[in-house]
C-alpha cells in the first residue's frame, strides 16, 4: 500500500500534534446521523478542545458543527426521542460560576441550545446507558461515602475544598488504577427521567427562590454562632431521596437544595464500595431494569458479576456469578427479550483462556455459549438489527474486522475484508447496515457506513486524513517452533537496495494486544518520515491469531516472545531496502518490557529506547495498581525466570529511559530501579553512561500533553539520530 511522496504533516511534529482527531462516534435511533467527537488542538497549544459534529450516516453531505464551548463536549449520546446528550465542564447560566465539574447536557432534537440535566457537586463521569424507547438514562457519577443525600454531598465536598484536604482513607485494596487515585468518592450509578425537566418561568422563579431560602438561613444561622464548623448530625436519607423525605425541605442550612428545574437523579447502587470501578450497563427499552456488569470483591483482586436492577424500586437480583470467572459486558436486545455479554475464566500460569460470548433472556435463565469454536477476542458487542445475530469487532491477522454471530448456532461471518480495525460498533435499525469507526497504521480513526453485504462508505468527517509518509507493507517469518509471525513493515520514501533504510523494532504493549489500529500517542509514520523503516510485530501473546498463539508466551516473557522479535527482524532486515547495520528496538508498557529484555541478550540494535517500562517483575508485582493479576498469571519461578533486571549487566546497548511519574500501571520505581543499576554497572569514573532518563514528573503511562508529546519525539529522535545515524548529539530547547 502506498503513501503520499508530498510533504506531510508528519514531517514536523509541530503539524503533527494540531491535526484534528475523531474520538467517538454515536449513531440516531432513526440511523439518519452520526455524531462524531473531535479534537482539536487549544489555541495555546497545551491541550485538545472536543467538539460535536453531526455528519449524514448514509454518506456524502457536509459535516455540521453541534456544539462550540471553551470547555469542551464529549461521551455523547441519543435519547429514544432523538435529543443528543454529552458531558460536559461549560457554564451553567444557573449554577455556582466556579463549578469546573461536567454535567450531563442535552441538545434538543428540535433545535436551540443545549441546557443541563444535572448539577451534581462531583459532575457525571459518563453516561452509562439509554433506552431505546423511554427517556430515562443511566449515569455514573462519584459520590462521597460520608454522605446521606445530594445536599449534604456538596456541604462535605465544599468542605474538603475549604480545608484543602485532599487524604483518602482505604479499607479495601486496590488505591489507585492506571493514572488517577481511587477515593475517596465512590462510583455509582444514577436513574434520571428526562420527562422531569421543567423548562417553564414559574419552575425557574421556584428554583430561585429555594436557593435564595437556602442562602438566607445559612447566613442567619452563621451569625447567630448557633452550627458548628462540621455542621448538626441526623440520619440521612438515601441520595436518590425525594424532596419529601430528606431532599430540598430537609436540607440543612450549610446545604444548598438541589435544583426544583432538574429530574432528581435515584442512586441505584447505593453504598457500592469500589464495585462500580469498572461497571458497564444496559437499559431494557421501556427503562424498567438495569442489566449491570460489578464487581464483587474478593481479597485483594474480585470477580465481576451481572445483575438485574429494577429502577422504580432499586431491587437487585443476581443473573450471572460463577467463582473464578469474569462475567461483563452485558447489552440488551432491542426487544428487551434478552441479553448478550462475554464471559471469561480467570487466567493461571498454566495458560490464558478464551473470551466467550453467551447469550441468555433477560432473567438469565437459558444461558449458551454462542461461536464456541471461534477463538477470537471480541472488542466491542453490538445486537443486529433484527435481534437473530450480534455483531463484534475483533482482532484478526493484524486487522481488527467486524464479524455477524448468529444466534441460531451457526458459525461467525466476517463482514469486512480490508486492512482496517474497526471500532465504535452502531447498528442502524432500519436497515442493519453498521456505522462504526475504523483506522489502519496510514489512516486516521474516521467513520464509515458498512452496508449488508460488506460494501463500505467513508462518511463525511471534519476532521480529513492526513496525507501519510512512505508506504506499508506485510512481512512474516516462520519461528523455530513453526508458528507463523507477522507484522507490518513501514517504508520511508526512497527506501531502496541502493538506499537501504534504517530499521526502527517497534515492539507493542499489552502484552495482549497486536499492531492493527492507529495510535495518535505511537505514531510510527513519525520516524518513516525522518527516514526509518518502522517494524510492527506481532510475537506470541498478540491476539487475533487464536489461542494457542497467546500460549507460546504465557509465563515465559522472555522466551517466544523474544525470539518471534528476533525472527521477524532477521525477516526484515534481510530485504535489500533495508540497512541491516543500523537498526534500533522501542517499545512501551509491555513493549518496554520486552526492550529491557532484548537490551540484556543481545547487542544487535544500536540504539533501545524502554518507555514505561518493566524492570523487577517482583518488584513490579507489587507496587502496581492491580498486584494480584500479575501474581496470578505468573509462578514466581518464571517471575524470575523472565525479570530483566537479572541481565543488566550485559547491556552493551545505549538505552533511553523513559518515565512519567503519574503512571500507577508500571510505577515510577521501575523506572528509577533501572536508572540505578544502569548506573551502577556502566557509569565511568564521572559518573556518565551512553544511557539517557527523560523523566516527567507530571505524566502518566502515556505522556498525553502535546508539548510533552513533543519533547517525547524530539528526544526520542535525537537519541536515535545520535546512535543509528551517526548524528552529533542534540538537546531539544524547552528540556533546558
Known sequence: MATSSSPTPFDSLTDYIALPRVEALALSP????AVLTVAALKKDS??????????PAAGGGTPRRLTRSAKGEAGAAFTAGGDILFVSARPDAEGDADDESGQLWLLPAAGGEARPVTRLAGGVDGIAATADASARLVVTASLLPGAGTLESEAALRAKRKEKKVSAILHDTYPVRYWDHDLGPAEPHLLAIDLDALEDTIAAAVADAAAATESETTDASTSDAGGTSEAGPTRPEAPLDASAASGGAAGTTPDEKPYPATLPRPRDL??????????????????????IASVQRHEERGGRSVIVSIDVASGARATLFDEPGVDVEGPIVSHDGASVAFVRTAKATPAGPTDVEVWVARIDGSGARRLAAAWDRWPSELAWDH?????????????RCPLFRIPLDGGDPERLTDDDFAYSQVAVDRTTGDIVALRSSWVVPPHAVRVARDGTVTPLATPAPAPAAPGSITEVETTAEDGARVRGWLLLPEGASADAPAPLLLWIHGGPLNSWNAWSWRWAPLLAVARGYAVLLPDPALSTGYGLDFIARGWNSWGGKPYTDLLSITDAAVARDDIDQTRTAAMGGSFGGYMANWVAGHTDRFRAIVTHASLWALDQFAGTTDLSVYWQEIFTPEAMQEHSPHRFVRDI?????????????????????????????????????????FLYFPDENHWVLRPQHAVVWYETVFAFLGEHVLGAEPSRYELLG
Open 386 to 398: 433484527d435481534d437473530a445475530a450480534l455483531v463484534a469487532a475483533a482482532d484478526e491477522n493484524g
Open 652 to 692: 552493551r546497548t545505549p538505552l533511553l529511559v523513559v518515565h512519567g511519574d503519574k503512571d500507577y500501571r508500571v510505577p515510577i520505581g521501575e523506572g528509577l530501579r533501572l536508572w540505578s543499576e544502569l548506573a551502577e554497572h556502566h557509569a565511568d569514573e564521572d559518573g556518565r553512561m551512553p544511557h539517557r
Open 269 to 290: 447502587t447505593p453504598k457500592p464500595g469500589r464495585s462500580l470501578d469498572h461497571a458497564s450497563a444496559s437499559l431494557t427499552p421501556d427503562g424498567a431494569t438495569l
Open 30 to 33: 432513526d440511523g439518519q446521523t
Open 46 to 55: 497545551t491541550g485538545y478542545d472536543r467538539s460535536l459534529w453531526a455528519v
